[in-house]
């Protein structure tokens, strides 16, 4: 009896029995819990008392959790403190599917007998347990001092089943006594599963080379039906993928693998954006015939959409090459300039690609290399590229057409607008009045466009058909709303439509459809939308255009300016004056004088929005003026510096030609002093100052304050 129980005097068999089972069972890395001295090989051997490799308790594992595939446990499991903590600790350290081996003494039946015959009921009140529940692992008789419990057959594989192990393999050999070889595997978590499935459609789409993100799709679901676990096919515009659910929720499963970070972003894009369909069945195209086009268009997809149907979409790249255009519809290029952020191209891209229309995009030279990837996957696609370039002369443009080159077959060029104060806005080089912009460099990348054969205005003029363009810039799209530029485009002519990424942005979030962030140009459009839309330094003086003196004075000019005048307007700021004064200003030129370009920037972005001429701007500084105007009307409302730099008034006369007029505000010296004004500011005081160079006042315009704010405003005439 002894003997059974305590199977020592078999080590030597049992070890055999055990090297060979482990031998059939186990996989690298493995784990010897309870080594002892044991000559099973193992990766790592561990012993709470024996220097092994390691020395801790089965309850306490020093190892991080999914290191081990195979982990043992041979004749330990009834030395443990806790058999439950320990499988648990060593479930922790599986991988899934990993296995944990087991080998085990069991008390059988005929030992039972033997117990029942040898032993009085007296005895240890565990072993009297031992006859009436034979399902019990307590059973140690209080003369085994070696062993914490003993299991049956039963009892053993219950405690790893209680524990969520799978059994893969069980047998029992006598050796003196029964032991019990058994080999319990790691069940995959839902998590776990859905991963090895999609590993396994992955790898053989990989080697067998069969079809795309439906087939993929497909081959999931029906291995996961085969497997036991709940999944659907899911269904977006342009790709197909699948849901499991775990944990009582649905995750996305995509067995299609991204080549590259940029198809990654694409696929994330699409997942997170609305869904077509769903299907559990693996042949779902025969049964769901989804319309990935025509559902649930967001606002850049529905100016597509309208394109695709209405006109024949080319590529300047197609017109070189000799492609007709049509004459019974309209003939469009869609362009992009990827002056900010590309990857929001990528989203543009999508939408085009999934509503059948391509587009030519202008990449600037710094953006070739990085973004390549991103490049080349739609170019694949009969995409088109360009070089986008402010180079001025042949020598930088030739050596940055040898790198574009080196990625694209085809070369067009696209000039690039400038954003210094010698620039021009890239939309005043195609208006027709262009020439009057007084800060024109000598040469520009957008003359050197018009001289190459391949620059981009020049092959869309080429064709004699070039009737206009709708053009979104610095957030503004003119000169209309799309889908009414669209609508009025004529059959045989043909257009360009201009799309900058950086001005779209996803509605509601990652996946949702590309939104138009800006303005679009209106002459009905709000004039205080417009201003808090182009005015970036918040400054609330130049977001009122009904200040009392703007207002008053552009009243005074629109009764007395005579056809052909020319106004220019000191310190111009916005040039809310011109604005206030309306398309009225074809009959008279406005030329605002401002030092900060941005504003001057800002002034053109407010104009657009309103559906008014641009004005004319120079960039200058009063105070040091390097571009003077003679005007009829010299307009400096309010101007004041720190310090009491009164310099400007040098230069008045700059502007004043003899027998010209000077619009003014200006303080009696005494309220200057008063509680009024921080006196560190200087603003003119007194209208002696400008009598006394030269000027005579011809009006004071005294109804400029209501409120009774003591400025005034005075036109004055040079005599001198």
């Known amino acids: ?82 058999d439950v903590a320990s499988i648990r600790e060593v479930q922790r350290t599986l991988t899934p599917r990993g296995r944990i081996l087991v080998m085990q003494g069991v008390i059988d039946r005929t030992l039972r007998f033997k117990l029942r015959r040898t032993c009085s009921f007296a005895l240890h009140g565990n072993l009297r347990r031992l006859f009436l529940d034979p399902d019990s692992i307590l059973c140690v008789p209080w003369w085994d001092r070696h062993h914490m419990r003993h299991y049956n057959s039963r009892t053993l594989r219950a405690l790893f089943r209680n524990m969520g192990m799978q ?5 029992i050999q006598e050796v003196g006594c029964s032991v019990a070889f058994g080999a319990f595997e790691n069940p995959l978590s839902g998590e776990a599963l859905a991963e090895e499935i999609r590993r396994r459609v992955a790898e053989t789409v990989a080697v067998g080379n069969r079809g795309g993100c439906g087939y993929r799709a497909a081959a999931f679901q029906d291995l996961a039906r085969k497997e036991g676990l709940e999944s659907r096919i899911v269904m977006y515009r342009g790709h197909v993928c699948n849901q499991a659910r775990i944990g009582g929720r649905w995750q996305i499963v995509d067995a299609t693998t991204p080549e590259n970070p ?33 559902y649930g268009l967001g606002e850049y997809s529905r100016w597509m959409q ?19 255009l049509a004459d019974d519809k309209p003939n469009v290029v869609i362009r992009h300039d990827t002056d900010g952020d590309p990857v929001k191209w990528l989203w543009m891209a999508y939408e085009e690609n999934c509503l059948g229309v391509k587009s030519v995009t202008y990449v600037l030279p710094e953006q070739l290399e990085p973004y390549s990837e991103m490049w080349h996957q739609y170019h694949f696609k009969d995409f088109a590229f360009g070089l986008h370039s402010a180079a001025t002369d042949l020598v930088t443009l030739r050596r940055q057409e040898k790198t574009f080159t080196r990625h694209f077959p085809e070369l067009t060029f696209a000039a690039h607008g400038h954003t210094d104060p010698t620039g021009i806005p890239p939309y005043l080089s195609y208006f027709p009045y262009a020439h009057e912009y007084s800060c024109l460099p000598a040469k520009t990348s957008f003359e050197l466009e018009k001289q190459l054969p391949y620059g981009f205005i020049s092959i869309l003029q080429s064709t004699g058909r070039f ?24 059959n045989g002519h043909l257009y360009y439509l201009l799309f ?19 303005i679009v140009s209106s002459h009905n459009a709000d004039l205080d939308q417009a201003l808090m839309y182009v005015n970036r330094s918040g400054s609330e003086y130049f977001n009122n255009p ?45 030329v605002g004088v401002e030092r900060d370009y941005a504003l001057i920037r800002a002034a053109h972005q407010l104009h657009v929005c309103l559906g008014l001429r641009i004005p004319e701007f120079i960039c200058d500084d009063v105070k040091t003026p390097k571009h003077p105007v003679h005007a009829d009307w010299t307009v400096l409302l309010t101007w004041e510096s720190e310090n009491g730099d009164g310099r400007m008034f040098d230069h008045i006369r700059d502007y004043v030609a003899p027998g010209k007029k000077l619009i003014v505000t200006w303080l009696p010296d005494a309220i200057r002093q008063t509680k009024w ?29 209501e409120s009774g704010f003591p400025q005034r405003i005075s036109v004055l005439e040079r005599v001198r």
């Open 467 to 490: 009737d206009g363009c709708l053009i979104d810039n610095w957030g503004i799209i003119y000169p209309t709303d799309p889908e009414t530029f669209i609508e009025n485009m004529k």
């Open 306 to 324: 309208l394109l695709a149907r209405k006109a024949n979409v080319v590529t300047p790249c197609q017109i070189m090459r000799g492609v007709a």
């Open 167 to 171: 059994m893969h393999d069980f047998v």
């Open 546 to 590: 009904y200040h009392p003196h703007l207002v008053c004075v552009a009243n005074y000019l629109r009764s007395n300016l005579s056809e052909g005048d020319t106004v220019v307007d000191l310190c111009a700021g916005l040039g809310l004056l011109s604005v206030l004064l309306g398309n009225g200003a074809r009959r008279y030129r406005y």
């Open 677 to 705: 004004f921080d006196t560190k500011y200087f603003t003119i005081a007194g209208i002696e100052f400008f009598l006394e160079k030269g000027f005579r006042e011809i009006v004071t315009i005294s109804d400029a304050y």
């Open 262 to 294: 940029t198809q990654r972003l694409l696929l994330e894009h699409i997942v997170a954006g609305p869904v077509y369909g769903y299907s559990t069945d693996p042949d779902y195209m025969r049964t769901h015939r989804v319309k990935y086009c025509t």
């Open 500 to 518: 900058h990424p950086a001005n779209f942005s996803l509605e509601g979030g990652l996946g949702s459809f590309l939104k138009f962030c800006g």
């Open 1 to 82: 009896m002894k003997e059974d129980l305590a199977i020592t005097n078999n080590r030597s068999s049992i070890w055999t029995l055990e090297e060979e089972y482990v031998r059939e069972h186990a996989c690298e890395p493995s784990l010897n819990i309870g080594a002892g001295n044991s000559p099973i090989p193992a990766t790592i051997s561990c012993d709470p008392l024996v220097p092994r490799d390691v020395i801790c308790v089965a309850e306490h594992l020093p190892f991080r959790s999914n290191t081990f595939r195979s982990v043992f446990f041979l004749s330990v499991l009834d030395h443990v403190n806790d």
